[in-house]
């Protein structure tokens, strides 16, 4: 089982409709959750941080945190053209004793216009 | 303020040559990381520094990889005797403080390995 999951996707949405992603994790005590944008060929882009549990809106994004289930979701409401790219999930993983983040292999989102 | 920067954007490399990377983390960032990805896939770890400390290099594939952040600034990742399997682009980013911090990402650094 690989510590943190995606699905790889392609996700697909039409132009408006809300997109969901989600991402499942292996630690009971991981602390800090990060969701990051990357398009095709370029880096990773930090769009969302949540440390506790329940939702963290940031404009058009929500996170939402639930680690009794060990599951960190982001939603993309009014999902736009520009939206499509891979979407990662990243943990600071507390029992791996490792100081980086875990990141998973991220869910492809695509929005049809 | 700026973001971090990586050189060169690219790289080619004939299999057995030496190669290094530059880093340079946002300014008045303590905690610098390298990452490897691989096309498809997240970033991997490959090692951490908490200003010119190397507190990690667990995830480091081989000994002919090497990183060092001699003034707790710029960071350089050396790759000797490259492989084909080293192909990847490497990324650097960087946070404020510890690795529980939101992380930043530079653009990168291609290498191909032919």
């Known amino acids: 089982q690989k510590e943190v999951e995606q699905n790889s996707g392609p996700l697909s949405v039409p132009e408006g409709a809300i997109a969901s992603l989600n991402c499942t994790y292996s630690?009971?005590?991981?602390?800090?959750f990060f969701w990051y944008r990357q398009y095709s060929g370029k880096s990773p882009e930090l769009i969302m941080s949540?440390?506790?549990?329940g939702d963290k809106e940031d404009g058009r994004f929500t996170a939402q945190l639930n680690k009794a289930s060990q599951y960190v979701s982001l939603l993309i409401r009014d999902s736009q053209p520009s939206d499509s790219a891979t979407y990662l999930c990243?943990?600071?993983?507390?029992?791996?004793?490792?100081?980086?983040?875990?990141f998973g292999s991220g869910t492809r989102l695509q929005v049809q216009p | 303020g700026a973001g971090v920067s990586q050189s060169p954007r690219y790289k080619v490399a004939k299999r057995g040559q030496d190669v290094a990377l530059r880093c340079d983390p946002i300014?008045?960032?303590?905690?610098l990381f390298w990452y490897q990805q691989a096309l498809g896939q997240g970033p991997e770890f490959l090692t951490y520094?908490?200003?010119?400390?190397?507190?990690?290099k667990s995830g480091l594939p081989s000994d002919r990889f090497f990183a060092e952040r001699p003034e707790g600034s710029v960071s350089t990742l050396k790759i000797q005797r490259t492989q084909q399997e080293d192909s990847a682009v490497y990324l650097c980013?960087?946070?404020?403080?510890?690795?529980?911090?939101?992380?930043?990402f530079g653009p990168g650094t291609r290498l191909t390995v032919l």
């Open positions: 300014s008045g960032h303590v905690s």
């Open positions: 630690d009971r005590v991981s602390q800090s």
């Open positions: 949540i440390y506790s549990n």
């Open positions: 520094f908490q200003n010119e400390a190397q507190l990690d």
């Open positions: 980013a960087s946070s404020l403080a510890g690795g529980g911090d939101e992380q930043f």
């Open positions: 990243a943990v600071d993983l507390m029992d791996t004793g490792r100081r980086a983040l875990t």
